[in-house]
């Protein structure tokens, strides 16, 4: 069993930077995917970034690419999503997940994903 536990989600004016955390804890096997979804009132939940543990490769949403940025420290058992140049269409409830079946991370689909966080959430004002 994989327990994930989301931190450092806030209110910031657009423009700004957050910080997500994501603290792991449980058996996982040495190559797996780790990524971060969100999901905002009346959409479907939309994958934002992802990475494979073993080769640490990380994938991108078009929409946050070259603003957001996900890494992952095997020591710390954490998973980190840093978010600059935040805009008001960022504001969503963000996610941790896990898939612990491949490190093949570019599909970005929820459904693939076996273990989640509660969330946080992320407001930015315009």
């Known amino acids: 069993q994989v327990h994930l536990a989301e931190s450092g989600g806030g209110s910031v004016q657009a423009g700004g930077s957050l910080r997500l955390s994501c603290a792991v804890s449980?058996?996982?096997?040495?190559?797996?995917?780790f990524a971060w979804f969100r999901q905002a009132p009346g959409k479907e939940r939309e994958g934002v970034n992802a990475i494979s543990t073993g080769a640490g490769i990380t994938y991108s949403a078009d929409s946050v690419k070259g603003r957001f940025i996900i890494s992952h420290d095997k020591a710390k058992n954490m998973v980190t999503l840093q978010m600059t140049n935040l805009k008001p269409e960022d504001t969503a409830m963000y996610y941790c997940?896990?898939?612990?079946?491949?490190?093949?991370?570019?599909?970005?689909?929820?459904?693939?994903?076996?273990?989640w966080g509660q969330g946080t959430q992320v407001t930015v004002d315009s």
């Open positions: 449980g058996n996982t096997p040495s190559r797996h995917c």
């Open positions: 997940a896990a898939d612990l079946t491949t490190d093949a991370c570019h599909w970005l689909i929820a459904g693939r994903y076996q273990y």
